[in-house]
């Protein structure tokens, strides 16, 4: 038998198969009012549609849907959903079709087949744009009804189960890895144990099958050396609770080979300190007793600081409840114990068919119940389709949805008490918007336990967060590398997406305002609406005034597509004559007193223009404007195309805000030089944001110093206090970077 055998056995020549009465008593046994001529005539239709079809193993394909039909059972899954797995290849694979599926099984179950058929037509095969387009689909696929999921989940559980079979290799690796990061995590978050653990030790075999082996082996050796200490431990348990009169199943739980390989290869521990491989569960019947058993256990046995969680009070976003603490055992070593009532052990099995309600008598799914009973099954996923709500390409959507997938948790409240669960490493920033879009896109600032810390601070367990908002949404550069969430970083992009299709709009519509008094002819609407005809790919007026802000649309295209017939050398004669910058080039003159940095408009780097500098800004091709100085040097090759060339004035409130400028100093190499230097500035009100030395003597250092500085008479004042330093040889304004 192979390895992979040993984790589960494969169907062998079709023998194992559930029969048909098998799978109708596995149902029965927590569904008594079983539809059982529904099921066999679903589980007869499935044999007779496939025929004599075979999978790669060589046995029945019928064997196939049968299986996952009864992996479902083990979910204790409605009759619609164990009919739908027997059925859920049909449509796809045979010339059935929905109508005569709908017409034989009804509309619910036919239309769950369809949902897993369109799922199955999506894997996540291929290439990697293709395979991030698929998954965009397979969320908004499974979000219409989240059996949809589960029945996906257990056909892909059963062909992992028999993966061994498929021909390639290639294909068996690549399989098992989107089997790793896309269906386990989804398992893992909508909190169906059972299923996520399989699929990562099928995986993590066939993606590193000698780790695999190794762990395996370790596992069986320590197994061995342990037997005695976890018979001995369970007894001492048992005879605990029966001391203290609590009505208690104890039974133990060993960590699957891949939780072992994930901790020793995040925590970088060797097998051995690996505390919980063997855990014992205690099973009382009421929360009020997991309590009591947890003081009865930590008043017998020593606890291991800091090792104790209560996800009772606090439970895990995927529903999962349940006391965690470790104490010292007979041998002393650390024992790990999970308390918890039968319902919260189902759910911990389960996950979220555990929570649905069903309707009394017919075990049939009713969504309406389960959310009044807090077990709403969409819920573990809206986040998912939040992310791709806020727009993006598909390559973005699953790298933010991995990101949303693959958490560590830490758990916040709101002043409220509201628990917000976060991944680790989480700040503010994620906190505000795993609370609402709105808050996130506006907040300011942030309280961590009523006192007033960095937005990049990261949230420990059990702190309380209130958001600072401020009146209006705009990105803050660098948010976007200090938050962790898949949702901050998709609301962030669109939010930056849409701010800076405002401000292209903006500068867009400001050029074309120009463009027509160049013209001598009124701007207005109905005019660019005609425009729009001659123009391609743009279908509205604010998709033109976007394209010229960008620069993809340039104004001389813009200006012929207004007015057809435009005879552009004459205009350049025309406009030649204005004394704007020179007398030997027309420039567009363009006169704002709006001008605020953003991604629209930004400053040069060559120049660093601060406020009482003349200014220019050129507009590039899909950067917007680029503001300089009007005496900067890098504008020598930009003097051939004067549409490029927008001058631009500064806003009135510019004044209210300090831009870093740089200076170029010599000082000589003595102690005590820096510290007058950097005393000169703060005196004069500069705010010192970074220091670079070029040249380095045993006489002198040549530095740059970037200053905050609020317009150009303050930093000529600073200039001025850093030359009168009896150690600065010299003190100037850069004008272009330096290297």
Known sequence: MTIAAEIKAPIASGKGVLRQWELVDKVRAYNPAVNEGLLNKAYVFSVQAHGKQLRHSGDPYYAHPIEVAGILTGLKMDTASVCTALLHDVLEDTPTTYAEMADMFGDEI????????????????????????????????????????????CDRLHNMRTLQYHPKPESRERIARETMEIYAPLARRIGVDKICSELEDLSFFFMNPSAYESITKRLDEWRKSRAGVISQTSVMLRDLMDKHGIKARIYGREKRPFAIWRKLERQGI?????????AFRIIPETADECY???????????????????????????????????????????????????????????????????????????????????GDPLSRIRSLVEIMEHGGDADEFLENAKLD??????????????????????????????????IGDTCVGATINRQQKPLRTVLQNGDVVEIIRGGT????????????????????????????????????????????????????????????????DLDTPDDVYEALGRGTLS????????????????????????????????????????????????????????????????????????????????????????????????????????????????????????????????????NLTNIKTLKRSPSFFDMI?????????????IVAALRASSYVVAAKRARAEIQ
């Open 110 to 153: 036919a239309q769950l087949v369809q949902g897993v058929t369109k799922l199955s037509q999506l894997e996540l095969s291929g290439e990697v744009s293709k395979q991030a387009e698929n998954f965009q689909k397979f969320v908004l696929a499974m979000s219409k009804d989240l059996r949809v999921l589960l029945v996906k989940l």
């Open 270 to 278: 060797s097998f051995e300190d690996v505390a919980d491989i063997y």
């Open 292 to 374: 009591a058993a947890l003081g009865h256990v930590h008043q017998e046995f020593r606890c291991v600081p800091a090792r104790f969680r209560d996800f009772i009070s606090v439970p895990k976003s995927n529903g999962y409840q349940s006391l965690q603490t470790t104490i010292m055992g007979p041998d002393n070593r650390r024992v790990e114990l999970q308390i918890r009532t039968e319902r919260m052990d189902d759910v911990a099995e389960r996950g979220v068919a555990a929570h649905w309600a069903y309707k009394s008598g017919t075990y049939a799914y009713d969504p309406d119940s389960a959310k009044k009973a807090g």
């Open 405 to 438: 997938l693959f958490t560590d948790q830490v758990f916040t409240f709101t002043p409220k008490g509201d628990l917000i669960a976060l991944p680790r490493g989480a700040t503010p920033i994620d906190f505000a918007y795993a609370v609402h879009t709105r």
């Open 473 to 536: 949404a705009e990105p803050q550069p660098g948010w976007e590398n200090i938050v962790v969430t898949g949702r901050a970083k998709s609301a962030l992009r669109r939010l930056t997406r849409d701010t800076e299709a405002d401000e292209f709009r903006r500068v867009g519509e400001m050029l074309a305002d120009h463009a027509f008094s160049r013209e001598d002819k009124d701007f207005s609407g109905s005019v660019i609406l005609d425009a729009i005809k001659r123009l391609p």
């Open 555 to 686: 104004i001389q295209d813009f200006m012929l597509a207004v007015f057809p017939g435009r005879d552009n050398a004459a205009l350049v004669d025309k406009y030649a004559s204005r004394d704007i910058i020179d007398d030997e080039t027309a420039k567009l003159y363009i006169k704002s007193d709006a001008l605020r940095e953003g991604v629209s408009l930004h400053l040069a780097d060559c120049c660093s223009p601060i406020l009482g500098d003349r200014i220019v800004g050129i507009a590039g091709k899909g950067k917007g404007v680029t503001v300089h100085t009007i005496d900067c040097e890098s504008l020598a090759g930009e003097e051939d195309d004067f549409n490029n060339w927008v001058d631009l004035g500064w806003r009135k409130s510019a004044d209210a805000a300090a831009s870093v400028s740089r200076i170029t100093a010599t000082i000589e190499h003595v102690p005590g030089a820096l510290a007058d230097i950097t005393a000169k500035i703060g005196e004069a009100g500069g």
């Open 705 to 717: 110093l970037d200053i905050e500085v609020l317009d150009t008479r303050h930093l000529s004042h």
